[in-house]
């Protein structure tokens, strides 16, 4: 099989691809792609559903937790083929977001939802089935408010606006802190049993990168050549496949010959196969997630203030998945109106999350982008897949269960290098900024240090937050202690006031790979990011224009007569011709952008 290539942008990394975002692969190989993106994904969404029945506290603890991990599958995989089909429509997989557990906590710690008694200790409690509701109506409602403004955040183009003044000093922290700040998660997993987290990071390493070339004869069928043989480079398209099924296997036998401890308090018993047996005896065999199920949701202002906090971290998150993932899928970068499209669908994914009572809200994973730079598969087609097999086990539960068998250890070791991967990211987004600039280093290690730092002070010194206002003080909580925000925070604003140029800053470099119109055919661009079906009448409303969220999108500038992107190719001939004019030339453009914006 030739490898296909996506058309690039100048500066970007000469990244091949098997299969490019709009291809599709034959059918059988979409459902083994799509069922390795969604083997990552339910590992990343187990833990969610044990932390909210901690917190919701129900007599039926078991049944409870079983109901809650369908949802959250069902969920996960509604999220992704909105998102894939109708949202940002790059390979995303969409999952239940841990950024929402820290509001949760809080509310609830308040007195009305407090657990009676020993706190989370369900065994000793008398709590009845409309108490645990209680706590569920009270999440769901202030999810769904703090939802419903990401949806007008979407709609109305505030973030595209935004990311005007974004630059690579900007969202090198942003990515690269999605990726690290995660570490503690990948040792969770690690710890239960480094040895066999290792094994499974070697395999994949060994099957990506040294064996990724070696082709494999496989069994295949076609009406003109009947039975024959067709060579896959099978190592390079199912790396964690292959590793994750070579360990289980090999846990097994540890297992069955008892050489992993059957002590539940000891390290290394959740290696074992059967560590997580209750979860297929708990999950029911068919569940359909209804709407208001526990109830008609209620609402607070400090609730939506926490899950308001959470939710603009969790925008910030998606819009570096974002450019991950294009840069990983070798595509363009994405356009505003799909930026805008994504963080909406991200919210209406959101709000059926909170009618449905998942708990949570959705949010991109970036660890299933960071297999996409493992496998070179970046097919749109496997990741609604993956979205439709997230759907099943949501319904189906016994096969979610199965699923969620795979030892944590395993989990962990695929976690390692996927995340590595986002972090990588990251990182090589540096290449279009000045990194002999002293003002740039500053920039960049202040930004990554207190990306690092404040949520690590502010985990252990919450109590020191006073402000007054307990919603403030939570705001602060949440927002501050996501490491890519607090990073990607600092970074945005030191870009922006301490002086430098635009070629210092690397804007104009960047300017040439975000700005699609002018660097990409436009066909090209329509084919990935364009809404299916309807574009092409879109286009012809003018009126449209002005939709942020419309393929025809041309930015609220162009009501001055020039658009953005025009003004960008302006700046980028100057800087060509005669890079000694740049600065006048900055001046001059600054001037006519606040007319612009004066006259708007």
Same mark, same amino acid.
């Not at 012809?540 to 041309?554: E, H, K, T």
């Given at each position: 099989?030739?490898?296909?290539?996506?058309?690039?942008?100048?500066?970007?990394?000469?990244?091949?691809?098997?299969?490019?975002?709009?291809?599709?692969?034959?059918?059988?190989?979409?459902?083994?792609?799509?069922?390795?993106?969604?083997?990552?994904?339910?590992?990343?969404?187990?833990?969610?559903?044990?932390?909210?029945?901690?917190?919701?506290?129900?007599?039926?603890?078991?049944?409870?937790?079983?109901?809650?991990?369908?949802?959250?599958? *069902?969920?996960?995989?509604?999220?992704?083929?909105?998102?894939?089909?109708?949202?940002?429509?790059?390979?995303?997989?969409?999952?239940?977001?841990?950024? /929402? @557990?820290?509001?949760?906590?809080?509310?609830?710690?308040?007195?009305? *939802?407090?657990?009676?008694?020993?706190?989370?200790?369900?065994?000793?409690?008398?709590?009845?089935?409309?108490?645990?509701?209680?706590?569920?109506?009270?999440?769901?409602?202030?999810?769904?408010?703090?939802?419903?403004?990401?949806?007008?955040?979407?709609?109305?183009?505030?973030?595209?606006?935004?990311?005007?003044? @974004?630059?690579?000093?900007?969202?090198?922290?942003?990515?690269?802190?999605?990726?690290?700040?995660?570490?503690?998660?990948?040792?969770?997993?690690?710890?239960?049993?480094?040895?066999?987290?290792?094994?499974?990071?070697?395999?994949?390493?060994?099957?990506?990168?040294?064996?990724?070339?070696?082709?494999?004869?496989?069994?295949?069928?076609?009406?003109?050549?009947?039975?024959?043989?067709?060579?896959?480079?099978?190592?390079?398209?199912?790396?964690?496949?292959?590793?994750?099924?070579?360990?289980?296997?090999?846990?097994?036998?540890?297992?069955?010959?008892?050489?992993?401890?059957?002590?539940?308090?000891?390290?290394?018993?959740?290696?074992?196969?059967?560590?997580?047996?209750?979860?297929?005896?708990?999950?029911?065999?068919?569940?359909?997630?209804?709407?208001?199920?526990?109830?008609?949701?209620? /609402?607070?202002?400090?609730?939506?203030?926490?899950?308001?906090?959470?939710?603009?971290?969790?925008?910030?998150?998606?819009?570096?998945?974002?450019?991950?993932?294009?840069?990983?899928?070798?595509?363009?970068?994405?356009?505003?109106?799909?930026?805008?499209?994504?963080?909406?669908?991200?919210?209406?994914?959101?709000?059926?999350?909170?009618?449905?009572?998942?708990?949570?809200?959705?949010?991109?994973?970036?660890?299933?982008?960071? !297999?996409?730079?493992?496998?070179?598969?970046?097919?749109?087609?496997?990741?609604?897949?993956?979205?439709?097999?997230? !759907?099943?086990?949501?319904? @189906?539960?016994?096969?979610?269960?199965?699923?969620?068998?795979?030892?944590?250890?395993?989990?962990?070791?695929?976690?390692?290098?996927?995340?590595?991967?986002?972090?990588?990211?990251?990182?090589?987004?540096?290449? /279009?900024?000045?990194?002999?600039?002293?003002?740039?280093?500053?920039?960049?290690?202040?930004? /990554?240090?207190?990306?690092?730092?404040?949520?690590?002070?502010?985990?252990?010194?919450?109590?020191?937050?006073?402000?007054?206002?307990?919603?403030?003080?939570?705001?602060?909580?949440?927002? *501050?202690?996501?490491?890519?925000?607090?990073?990607?925070?600092?970074?945005?604003?030191?870009?922006?006031?301490?002086?430098?140029?635009?070629?210092?800053?690397?804007?104009?470099?960047?300017?040439?790979?975000?700005?699609?119109?002018?660097?990409?055919?436009?066909?090209?661009?329509?084919?990935?990011?364009?809404?299916?079906?309807?574009?092409?009448?879109?286009?012809?409303?003018?009126?449209?224009?002005?939709?942020?969220?419309?393929?025809?999108?041309?930015? *609220?500038?162009?009501?001055?007569?020039?658009?953005?992107?025009?003004?960008?190719?302006?700046?980028?001939?100057?800087?060509?011709?005669?890079?000694?004019?740049?600065?006048?030339?900055?001046?001059?453009?600054?001037?006519?952008?606040?007319?612009?914006?004066?006259?708007?």
């Amino acid at each position: 099989m030739e490898q296909q290539k996506q058309t690039q942008g100048e500066g970007e990394a000469d990244t091949p691809v098997v299969f490019g975002v709009e291809d599709v692969p034959p059918v059988h190989l979409t459902i083994l792609f799509g069922l390795q993106q969604a083997v990552m994904c339910i590992g990343g969404s187990l833990s969610l559903p044990f932390i909210l029945t901690a917190l919701l506290c129900p007599v039926d603890e078991q049944e409870v937790r079983a109901q809650l991990l369908s949802i959250t599958m *069902f969920m996960c995989g509604v999220a992704t083929v909105l998102q894939c089909f109708l949202g940002v429509r790059l390979p995303i997989i969409q999952g239940g977001s841990h950024t /929402f @557990v820290a509001p949760i906590v809080v509310m609830m710690s308040l007195e009305k *939802f407090r657990c009676p008694e020993k706190g989370f200790d369900v065994s000793s409690t008398n709590v009845t089935h409309a108490d645990w509701t209680d706590r569920m109506r009270e999440i769901q409602g202030n999810l769904i408010l703090a939802s419903l403004t990401q949806v007008v955040v979407g709609s109305l183009g505030l973030m595209g606006t935004i990311l005007r003044f @974004v630059g690579p000093l900007t969202i090198a922290p942003t990515i690269s802190l999605i990726g690290l700040s995660l570490s503690h998660v990948v040792a969770m997993f690690c710890e239960t049993h480094w040895g066999i987290s290792m094994l499974t990071l070697f395999f994949v390493l060994l099957f990506s990168t040294f064996m990724n070339k070696m082709e494999v004869p496989i069994p295949s069928f076609s009406l003109r050549r009947k039975c024959h043989t067709k060579k896959l480079p099978v190592f390079q398209l199912f790396p964690i496949v292959i590793a994750v099924a070579i360990v289980w296997l090999f846990s097994f036998v540890l297992t069955v010959t008892d050489v992993f401890p059957s002590n539940s308090t000891v390290t290394g018993y959740k290696a074992r196969t059967d560590s997580k047996l209750e979860i297929m005896t708990e999950s029911p065999w068919f569940t359909l997630p209804l709407p208001l199920q526990f109830g008609v949701p209620t /609402f607070s202002w400090a609730g939506y203030m926490g899950m308001m906090a959470a939710t603009v971290s969790s925008i910030i998150e998606s819009v570096g998945d974002y450019f991950a993932a294009a840069r990983l899928s070798g595509a363009p970068l994405p356009p505003a109106h799909a930026i805008n499209r994504g963080i909406m669908f991200e919210g209406v994914s959101s709000i059926i999350s909170g009618l449905v009572g998942a708990g949570h809200a959705t949010t991109s994973y970036s660890g299933n982008i960071g !297999i996409i730079g493992i496998t070179k598969v970046a097919s749109r087609a496997v990741f609604i897949m993956a979205g439709v097999i997230l !759907i099943i086990c949501g319904l @189906v539960g016994k096969v979610g269960a199965v699923l969620a068998l795979i030892p944590e250890p395993i989990i962990g070791g695929t976690l390692l290098l996927g995340l590595g991967m986002v972090a990588s990211i990251g990182i090589s987004v540096l290449q /279009f900024c000045d990194l002999s600039s002293t003002r740039n280093i500053t920039v960049l290690g202040v930004s /990554f240090l207190m990306g690092l730092m404040v949520p690590e002070w502010l985990s252990e010194n919450a109590e020191k937050v006073k402000t007054g206002s307990d919603e403030l003080d939570q705001v602060i909580l949440v927002l *501050f202690g996501t490491a890519s925000f607090a990073g990607g925070f600092i970074g945005f604003v030191l870009d922006n006031i301490v002086p430098g140029s635009k070629h210092e800053r690397g804007i104009h470099r960047w300017l040439k790979v975000s700005d699609t119109s002018t660097q990409q055919p436009e066909a090209h661009i329509c084919r990935i990011y364009d809404l299916p079906f309807v574009s092409k009448y879109v286009k012809r409303v003018p009126i449209c224009r002005l939709c942020p969220i419309s393929p025809s999108f041309a930015g *609220f500038n162009f009501l001055c007569g020039k658009s953005s992107s025009k003004r960008g190719s302006f700046s980028e001939t100057v800087n060509d011709k005669d890079p000694s004019l740049l600065p006048l030339h900055e001046d001059l453009e600054a001037k006519v952008n606040r007319q612009c914006d004066s006259d708007l």
